[in-house]
């Protein structure tokens, strides 16, 4: 197989089981480190010349995450396309075994398993609310039915917004510090918060810093994302 991933979750959720079926990745897709394939651009703007350059027999991408114009494209020059959805953890579980079989993976990747008996817990019975930005300038946060949102849930946060027509609204800021949650949960990607940038637009609410490829991210980083996530989130709200 010659596969290209259009999804940084799925380039790291290939990789390592089906050794050398990668010909080309997004520029996004840093992990695993030191992947050597060609680079075909950015998630919404990939290089349609240098994927069909590759000559490909499966590219691997997004509903979310890739624009549907591209994928479009790419089966109209007669390229296979596999396209995943993935709203909560369950859902990421079967989408990976998908992909995995699709890419020609002769079995189930240990890590997998792992992953599905590190998220197989009871949900906190204590729950604590919060807003979750996902971009700034404008302010824009988790709504509903969201892979994040889930995460959330199952580490006992209910995100304010679960509810709200659109998966990605903007928010005023005013109305984010109106809705008094117990903390402000600041993920690095896509926009980068940081210590320095973020917290501050929230003064007197707690603020969680977490890694935005445990709380975004399904492949690999689900193993250990249970344990990294809550840690963050009871060092900043205990």
């Known amino acids: 197989m010659r596969v290209v991933s259009l999804v940084p979750s799925l380039t790291e959720a290939v990789a390592e089981p ?42 691997i991408a997004n509903e979310e995450e890739n624009r549907a114009p591209d994928l479009a494209a790419l ?63 404008p302010w824009m946060v988790l709504g509903r039915d969201t892979f994040a949102g889930d995460v959330l849930a199952r580490l006992g946060v209910d995100h304010v917004y679960a509810t709200h027509p659109d998966r990605y609204p903007r928010i005023p800021l005013d109305a984010l510090r109106a809705t008094r949650p117990d903390l402000v949960v600041l993920p690095d990607e896509p926009y980068r918060f940081t210590a320095d940038d973020g917290p501050e637009a929230f003064e007197g609410i707690p603020a969680a810093l977490v890694s935005g490829r445990h709380l975004t991210w399904y492949g690999p980083s689900l193993r250990e994302a249970p344990r990294v996530l809550a840690a963050a989130l009871r060092a900043a709200h205990p």
Do not use: M, Y
């Open 18 to 59: 089906v050794p050398g079926a990668l010909a080309g990745a997004t520029d996004w897709c840093t992990h695993p480190a030191g992947l050597d394939v060609t680079r075909i651009g950015g998630t919404k703007n990939p290089k349609l010349d240098r994927i069909l350059a590759l000559a490909p027999d499966l590219v």
């Open 75 to 137: 089966r109209a020059a007669g390229v296979e396309v596999l396209v995943t959805e993935v709203r909560d953890v369950a859902q990421a579980f079967r989408e990976l075994a998908r992909v995995l079989t699709a890419c020609g993976a002769r079995g189930r990747p240990r890590w997998l398993d792992e992953a599905e008996e590190a998220w197989s817990g009871e949900p906190p019975a204590v729950r604590r609310t919060a807003v979750v930005p996902i971009w700034r300038r």
